[in-house]
């Protein structure tokens, strides 16, 4: 009786039996095609042995042995022997011919050529070099097979010259042989073969002309001067690979890697000159060979699908590299910026490294934002940066925007008098970025502005002093003042033919959010010790309300300046010097209540007022604009300039009745100085209104009000551009006097050998991050 049907065996047939199945038949078939396989690379290897006997035997042993003896020429043979011949026509000449080019092209280049005699031939080019006496002129140089080349390429053009001419039309290339296929060819090798030919190049006792480029070889002014010379007459692309190779261990010298590079720098005149030539002469070799073309639109277009693109890759990669090595480690200034200088025509190049890209892109925005950089330097960083925007795509574009954001926040983290110029610099230059693209300006403001605003919420919900250092620190005003240079730049119609008005701009939206942060930011400690900050703050605002023509309350914050405990009691006299506005934050304690702090408030105030109702000089409804400051500014001077009434019972204010006025004659006088501007412009404005037919519903006349006169004519400002001018005088002086203190603390440095510490008299600040994304 049959055995029962095991468990395992039903499960399995329910299971796996149907995928067993498959794969042994696909198995089968791998079997079958392994065994095909064989079989063809036995028959194969079969004919190959026949075709080597065949070629091993000599010309006249073939012609004997297919003829039986030596055969006739057709001239000379009758019908009938030329049939009993089996049409066998007499090649062995030709052929003889053909197997003596291809052995003299196998002893010059170690190549065999593939015609129909070795196309079965599977014998490697390194076989071919390792035997038989062709390995002396194997290593003795390459330049003879490039010669035979030639010479074959002369004897076609006399004995063929409608097929050369083809050749030149459809594959110029090929007769290029010798100037840019081998170079080409040699760059995308390794530095084994070089290695392997250097040793062979021993062995054989003999020297080619290229033994002075050879591994670990010592560069000397003659080798530069060589390549140089190559480069720059020719544009030769073997000289630029051996160039490159030898920067790379100069850009490596002092690394502190173990890695082994090709070439040796002995001395710092070989280092010098191999740098320069380099980074003049790269790029002009480039763009020979690879010509970058230039779209209206400002895209640059090079042919990355080439074969010698592709090939000069791996070139391009190792030359990139090294240069951001260099940049790392360089500290002279004239070398960084014609280390700059040379990235700028080989950025179309480099577009498709992203990561190699992005590195780069760092280390150049860390050098425009280094304060101790110098303007030339700083300034050739922000034309590379720009001109790698403008060619860009969008992705690289967003990260370039982002990275020169985050640069610049870390480097206002210290400002004081000799950081602040090269801290404006950067702010100008960076502004103009955000309007090469206004719809990724548009995307990578509104995260910043909404991450200050973010701050901003924190401070006032959670009210500590740590949430107000992220608040009140250098970082964050810089911060505050960047956007408005931003929107000031790209939303004014002044700077922008193309804008009709700042509301066209994709840019204009952001623009009510950084006035809300900022008027947040300026109230968020209203007490005397941080009115420098509030000043700053409110210049940002004055900047965007006098471009955009749009109107931001500014004069509340100014008069609570005004109404403060500083402008309105009497000050303690001090001999301490006028403290700094334009480097300063917050005020010491030792400056609160005095004679010197209340003057300097006394003209930050009048100035700021007059800069703010000068915006607005020729506006139509001017006159109803200064009637409430002017009301508190009366109110004030009165009790500034209150006297001693005892008897005077029914005296409107405190400070009348008591006395106690500032008694500060000259700040009395600026604030009587502006009160008699605002009235002379009012009456100006009036006298011109009254000669208009429009209502106020007429919107265009409203706007079109006094188009035709400069508002230096007006009254208000003539005065606000005289304040200009004196204020750019004292600027003049303060720069003239910061450049020669500058000058004698590098002579003292260069005596004692002894840097200087720069000190701030403010609060030690943390570091305000700034992330790729706002929190939530």
């Known amino acids: 009786m049959p055995g029962r ?11 796996h039996l149907k995928d067993t199945i498959d794969k042994r038949k696909e198995n089968a078939k791998i079997k079958q095609r392994q065994q095909t396989k064989v079989k063809k690379e036995a028959r194969r290897a079969a004919d190959r042995a026949k075709v080597s006997d065949y070629d091993d035997q000599p010309v006249k042993d073939l012609v004997e042995a297919d003829s039986g003896g030596a055969r006739k020429d057709l001239s000379k043979m009758s019908v009938d022997e030329f049939f009993q011949g089996g049409f066998d026509l007499p090649e062995q000449k ?3 011919k053909v197997t003596d080019s291809t052995n003299r092209t196998l002893q010059k280049t170690g190549k065999r ?3 129909a005699e070795d196309d079965g031939s599977d014998t490697s080019e390194d076989e071919d070099a390792s035997s038989g006496p062709s390995n002396d002129k194997l290593n003795s140089g390459e330049e003879d097979g490039f010669d ?5 390429l002369d004897a076609l053009a006399e004995n063929d010259p409608d097929f050369y001419k083809y050749l030149k039309e459809n594959d110029a290339e090929l007769l290029n042989f010798n100037e840019d296929t081998d170079p080409i060819d040699e760059m995308s090798e390794g530095e084994a073969p070089n290695k392997k030919r250097r ?4 062995d054989g006792g003999e020297k080619g002309e290229g033994s002075d480029i050879d591994d670990g070889s010592e560069v000397t002014m003659a080798m530069v001067g060589k390549w140089k010379a190559a480069m720059s007459e020719q544009h030769s692309l073997r000289a630029m690979r051996q160039v490159v190779l030898a920067f790379r261990a100069a850009a490596y010298t002092n690394s502190e890697d173990d890695k082994e590079h090709k070439y040796l720098i002995s001395g710092p005149e070989v280092y010098h000159e191999l740098l320069v030539t380099a980074l003049e002469h790269v790029s002009k070799v480039l763009s020979h060979h690879l010509p970058a073309k230039e779209t209206p639109s400002g895209k640059v277009r090079i042919a990355t699908d080439s074969k010698k693109y592709r090939t000069l890759t791996p070139l391009l990669k190792t030359y990139a590299s090294s240069i951001h090595h260099l940049m790392e480690t360089l500290s002279d200034s004239p070398t960084i910026k014609l280390t700059l200088s040379s990235l700028l025509p080989l950025l179309p190049y480099l577009l498709s490294f992203k990561k190699v890209l992005k590195a780069l892109i760092k280390t150049i925005i860390e050098i425009w934002s280094d304060s101790s950089s110098d303007e030339a330097t700083r300034i050739t960083a922000f034309l590379l940066i720009r001109r790698l925007t403008l060619i860009s795509d969008a992705s690289l574009r967003e990260a370039v925007l982002k990275t020169t954001y985050q640069g610049l926040v870390k480097g206002s983290r210290i400002t004081n008098i000799h950081s602040l110029p090269g801290i404006h610099l950067m702010k100008n230059s960076a502004a103009e970025l955000w309007g090469l693209d206004p719809n990724i300006g548009y995307t990578t403001g509104f995260v910043y502005i909404r991450q200050l605003a973010v701050h901003l919420r924190t401070s006032i919900t959670h009210p500590t002093k740590e949430s107000y250092k992220t608040i009140y620190n250098w970082q964050y005003t810089h911060s505050l003042d960047f956007w408005s240079r931003v929107l000031s730049t790209n939303c004014s119609p002044i700077t922008n033919p193309t804008l009709k008005r700042s509301s066209d701009s994709p840019l204009h939206p952001l623009i009510y959010p950084l006035v809300q942060i900022t008027l947040g930011a300026l ?11 509030r000043f700053h703050l409110i210049r940002s605002l004055l900047r965007l309300s006098r471009t955009t023509n749009t109107y931001i309350p500014l004069a509340p914050p100014l008069l609570e300046v005004l109404a403060s405990p500083e402008l309105s009691k009497p000050p303690k006299p001090s001999t301490l010097p006028p403290l700094d506005f334009s480097v300063a934050l917050r005020a010491p304690k030792t400056y609160l209540r005095t004679r010197v702090y209340q003057d300097g408030l006394g003209q930050q105030v009048q100035e700021l007022l007059a800069e703010f109702f000068g915006c607005w000089a020729k506006h139509i409804a001017f006159p109803e604009l200064i009637i409430p400051p002017s009301v508190t500014m009366k109110r004030w001077l009165k009790s500034a300039s209150a006297v001693p009434s005892r008897g005077n019972k029914h005296a409107n204010t405190k400070a009348v009745r008591e006395g106690k006025g500032t008694k500060n004659a000259k700040l009395n006088a600026l604030i009587s100085l502006l009160l008699q501007k605002l009235s002379a412009n009012a009456q100006y404005i009036e006298s011109r209104r009254a000669q208009v037919s429009f209502g106020p519903g007429d919107r265009e006349g409203v706007e079109n009000f006094l188009n035709d006169v400069v508002i230096e004519e007006t009254p208000l400002g003539a005065f606000v551009e005289g304040m200009r001018k004196q204020r750019e005088e004292k600027d003049k002086v303060v720069e003239e006097g910061r450049k020669e203190e500058e000058m004698r603390r590098g002579n003292s440095r260069g005596k004692d050998g002894l840097d200087e510490d720069v000190t701030i008299d403010v609060e030690d600040e943390d570091d305000m991050m700034v992330d790729d994304q706002s929190e939530e």
């Open 523 to 533: 109230r968020l400690i209203p007490t005397p010790t941080y009115f420098p900050l």
């Open 5 to 15: 049907t095991k468990k395992s065996t039903k499960k399995f047939e329910k299971n």
């Open 148 to 152: 035979t080349h030639k010479d074959d």
């Open 94 to 96: 030709k052929r003889a």
């Open 199 to 202: 040793k062979t190049k021993s």
């Open 113 to 115: 050529k593939r015609g």
